[in-house]
């Protein structure tokens, strides 16, 4: 069964950095590209990073380039988004997904509030 | 950047009914829009990828068509466990969904 479990959201102030991650279970990770995307609440869906197999090509919608990095893992199966220069806009509910095409399974979500 | 437009954003209908969302691209996708699920607090649940293929485990009444810029998600019957709200991706060039569709029943 795939599973993914994602970690590190919480309460930031603007300005400040937090990382999240994502550990994956029931399937090869290391053969998937992952993404992240994310929630606003009681908002829309929003694309965040998608990453390659190996690590080497990431994606980026314009909000959060230069702001955001995604990476991974894959000894450790697990998928991470570095998330500095932090706004209130960037409070949201973030998800992982693998991303086999289309992103096909999802974790629960992290809780991610920007807020002094 | 390639833009979504979903319609409706609000649908009420009864069980057994068949009903249908809209999703417009601003160019060409091709054959790669996809259809989710969402429940009140849940992940989103993929329903159906590029176009009209059923995901694993999805019932049978969801169905896609469509190509190139218009795509359509139906289910042919509705049933009280499909109250949720869908929404559209394109994931030609980058992800981008729609805006959604709260689907109700009456």
């Known amino acids: 069964e795939v599973q993914l479990v994602e970690s590190g959201g919480g309460l930031v102030q603007p300005g400040r950095s937090l990382k999240l991650s994502c550990a994956a279970s029931g399937f090869t990770f290391s053969n998937y590209y992952m993404a992240w995307v994310r929630q606003a609440p009681k908002k829309g869906l929003e694309w965040v990073a998608t990453i390659s197999t190996s690590g080497s090509r990431t994606y980026y919608p314009d909000s959060v380039k230069g702001r955001f990095t995604i990476s991974r893992d894959n000894a450790k199966s697990s998928l991470y988004l570095q998330m500095n220069s932090l706004k209130s806009e960037d409070t949201a509910t973030y998800y992982c997904?693998?991303?086999?095409?289309?992103?096909?399974?999802w974790g629960q979500g992290v809780m991610v509030t920007v807020s002094s | 950047d390639i833009q979504m437009t979903q319609s409706p954003s609000f649908l009420s209908a009864s069980v057994g009914d068949r009903v249908t969302i809209n999703c417009k691209a601003s160019q060409n996708i091709n054959k790669y829009l996809d259809w989710y699920q969402q429940k009140l607090g849940e992940a989103p649940k993929l329903l159906i990828y590029n176009t009209n293929s059923l995901h694993t485990g999805i019932p049978s009444r969801f169905s896609g068509s469509g190509s190139g810029t218009d795509f359509t998600l139906t289910i042919s019957s509705l049933q009280p466990e499909d109250v949720a709200t869908y929404f559209c991706l394109q994931h030609n060039s980058g992800l981008t969904f729609g805006s959604g569709t709260k689907l109700e029943i009456k």
């Open positions: 997904a693998r991303q086999g095409g289309a992103p096909d399974y």
